[in-house]
Every structure is written in structure tokens, then in C-alpha cells.
């Protein structure tokens, strides 16, 4: 078992040399434009849609990405409101299914517009064209494994598409035959994912609703994910203020309801303030010291954006009685949310929970988003990937 307390920092490490070039050749330290939260948000989506096409185009690397993987678009209504939730459906096709779909898709990935119809399910690739539908009315399909996927950008910024090329390969490479341990060594318990099937919610942001209504918009797409998939292990994903609404959405839940969870630099803590006593000295990256030019220190308008809580002062008690099952969280060393995901663990650890953690020394956070074209980018999916398997094989275990 990992020794936690042996992350804990006291300073960030060196930035990795390959990360420094990147930031020169791109000029992420040379001064932005002052803009609105409203202003970025387009230009935020127009950027990562950009960003993902690129790396999906002919000749790139994550040109497979763009093969083999049907997207619909369709819409959930909000327990709170009724409004309609964009969501994005991912899944993988197989054999000359997925052979047809990736000749075509190819082309269809970089010029694809968004829909507004939310009305109504729109397929958005050729092979997946046919009649509108309501996300009510998509027949239950009895997934071994569905994953619910939660995008980042600080509750402000993001769509259901911004983090695409991670949904992609969470269903491209997913590990189809998961196997656990029993007691004995050499009995072993194996079970076959005969299909995958992923959900990236996008929920509404702030400052257009508060940050409640983020929350309510997850817990209902989660709810109809759940209802729709009965028999399905479902586990939950999120990077960032993703993984704060994964986190969140998965305290909420009566035990055996989620089979997994996985938290990339995930928010946790309104730090330093709001964190729980017992932790504060495992707290140490809230400061300028770990700020890049990725991230610096939040500055909320309001304590916890107005939430009654975040996911770090859940009482240890709440948690083990929810019986949360495996969860697995990815951290960078220089990253001011570095000991949320570190303390985060180790809450979940005194509740009993198992816990991994996957620590990427001398990087910011979630740099695979912003370049997923750097070998150590797709080294962190890779790890996601592993992490996956692992909370599954928990499952199995269970099973």
C-alpha cells in the first residue's frame, strides 16, 4: 500500500524540461487578453475542438482515436428544472462495423459543428445517422461497464466535446478482460467486458447558474445513466472541477450504485480555509509556490462557489457509510490542486476505501489537455487506462 504520507510536498519539483520547451514554443507566459468568463467560454470550446481534431487528423498521432467509435448526441432533463442537459454518447464499434464507420469518420471529426438541437438525440457521425430521440427514449443495452464522464474548466468553461480525445480512448483501449484475485493465488476470478459505453455530461456552468446547478446537473445525468443501465458497473470519471463533481456526485450515491471512480487533479477543498482540520498539514500547494502558467490560485468569489460543502469535508463516517467503492486519483507535482487529490485520498483511505494514487512528477494540471501531443500526455492516459482496469478488477472481486 501506498505510503501517503510520504507524497506530501513542501515545495513543487522542477518543471520537466520537455514541458518548459512547450511553454516557449507556444508562448503560454506571454501576457493574455483580459476577457470575461463569458467571453472565453466560445473560445475556450472552439479551442479544444480545434485542438482534438488535430490530434485525430490523417497522418496524426491519435488519428485511431477518430476510427472505430460512434458519437450521438442527445439530452437529459434536469431532475431540478427540466432543462435539457447536452450529453455526448461514445461508443465502441467492432469489426467491419467499426472498420465502415472510421473510413468515414475520419474527414467527419475535423469538420464537425456543433448541433443545437437539444430537442432531440442527433448522431454525429455517418454511421450513426437515424431518427431523433430523447435520451428516455434510448432502449436499455444491458453495458457489462458504462463510464460517466465529467469535463473540467473551473465550473466556468467546457463543453461535453472539450475533452474528447480522453472520452475516445477511454472506449478505443479500454480493457476488455478484467481479472481479480480471490483468496488463493492461483483461483482467480475473471470476468469479460463484452462492451463499453461512455456519457460526458455537459452541465451548465457559472456564472450563467450557480454552482449548485452544476452539481444538479451531474447528479441527474448520473441518475438517468444508472436508470438506463440497471445491470451495468458504472464509474465515474472527472479531470479538475470534474473530478470535484465526480467526487461529489459519487458521495451522494447508496452503496454498490458506483463501481469505480477516477479523479484527474481533481478539486476537492476550498483551500486553505475549508480544509478539514486533521488534514491542514498535508495541505501545502494552495500557494503561489506551485502556481503555473497553467493554473494559479483560486480566487472564488464566493467560500466553495456557494456549495454547502466540497468533497474534502465529507465527515469520515458519511463516507464509510456509503461504502465508496475503489477510486483511483491522478496528481501532478506542480499543481496548486496537488494535495487536493492527495488529501482527498486519504480521506477516502481513513474511511476505509481502497485508494491508488498515479503522482506525475514535474508537470501542471491536466497538461494532457492543453498537449496531448507530448509523449508524457499520452504516458498519463496510458496510466488513466491502468487505473481503470484496477477499480474494475475491484469490482470483479466483488462480483
Not at 96 to 112: H, I, K, L, N
Not at 143 to 161: P, S
Not at 232 to 241: D, F, H, T
Not at 323 to 332: A, E, G, H, S, Y
Request: glycine fraction near 8%.
Amino acid at each position: 500500500m501506498q505510503d501517503l504520507r510520504a507524497l506530501v510536498l513542501t515545495h513543487p519539483l522542477p518543471l520537466d524540461p520537455a514541458w518548459l520547451a512547450h511553454e516557449e514554443a507556444v508562448g503560454l507566459r506571454n501576457p493574455k487578453p483580459a476577457l470575461s468568463v463569458t467571453e472565453r467560454q466560445p473560445l475556450y470550446a472552439a479551442e479544444c475542438r480545434a485542438r482534438n481534431a488535430a490530434m485525430m487528423a490523417t497522418g496524426a498521432r491519435d488519428h485511431d482515436l477518430a476510427q472505430g467509435v460512434r458519437v450521438t448526441r442527445l439530452t437529459v432533463a434536469s431532475a431540478v428544472d427540466g432543462y435539457a442537459i447536452p450529453v455526448l454518447r461514445y461508443d465502441a464499434l467492432a469489426g467491419d462495423e467499426g472498420e465502415a464507420a472510421g473510413d468515414q469518420e475520419g474527414g467527419e471529426v475535423q469538420s464537425r459543428q456543433r448541433q443545437e438541437d437539444e430537442g432531440r438525440t442527433e448522431a454525429t457521425s455517418p454511421g450513426d445517422m437515424g431518427h431523433g430521440q430523447t435520451g428516455s427514449q434510448i432502449a436499455q443495452q444491458g453495458d457489462d461497464v458504462v463510464l460517466v464522464y465529467i469535463h473540467g474548466g473551473g465550473l466556468q468553461v467546457g463543453e461535453a466535446d472539450s475533452e474528447e480525445l480522453t472520452c475516445r480512448r477511454l472506449v478505443k483501449h479500454f480493457p476488455f478482460s478484467l481479472t481479480a484475485s480471490t483468496q488463493s493465488s492461483n483461483n482467480k476470478n475473471t470476468r469479460s467486458c463484452t462492451r463499453v459505453r461512455l456519457y460526458s455530461i455537459g452541465y451548465r456552468l457559472m456564472p450563467q447558474v450557480p454552482a449548485e446547478t452544476c452539481v444538479a446537473d451531474s447528479d441527474s445525468a448520473f441518475a438517468w445513466v444508472r436508470s438506463t443501465h440497471p445491470s451495468a458497473r458504472v464509474v465515474l470519471v472527472g479531470s479538475s472541477s470534474g473530478g470535484e463533481l465526480a467526487a461529489l456526485v459519487s458521495q451522494s450515491q447508496p452503496p454498490g450504485c458506483v463501481a469505480g471512480v477516477l479523479l484527474r487533479c481533481p478539486v476537492t477543498a476550498d483551500a486553505p480555509d475549508h480544509v478539514p482540520a486533521r488534514l491542514r498539514a498535508w495541505h501545502t500547494s494552495a500557494g503561489a509556490a506551485f502556481a503555473t502558467a497553467l493554473l494559479g490560485p483560486f480566487r472564488r468569489e464566493r467560500p466553495r462557489d456557494g456549495l454547502a460543502r466540497m468533497p474534502l469535508e465529507c465527515p469520515v463516517d458519511e463516507l464509510r457509510a456509503r461504502r465508496l467503492p475503489r477510486t483511483w486519483v491522478q496528481v501532478c507535482t506542480n499543481d496548486v490542486l496537488f494535495s487536493d487529490g492527495l488529501c482527498y485520498a486519504q480521506a477516502l483511505r481513513d474511511a476505509g476505501v481502497e485508494v491508488r494514487m498515479d503522482v506525475v512528477s514535474g508537470w501542471p494540471h491536466t497538461f494532457w489537455l492543453k498537449a496531448p501531443h507530448l509523449e508524457r500526455a499520452l504516458q498519463a492516459d496510458e496510466e488513466m487506462l491502468r487505473g481503470l482496469r484496477w477499480v474494475l478488477e475491484g469490482d470483479v472481486g466483488m462480483a
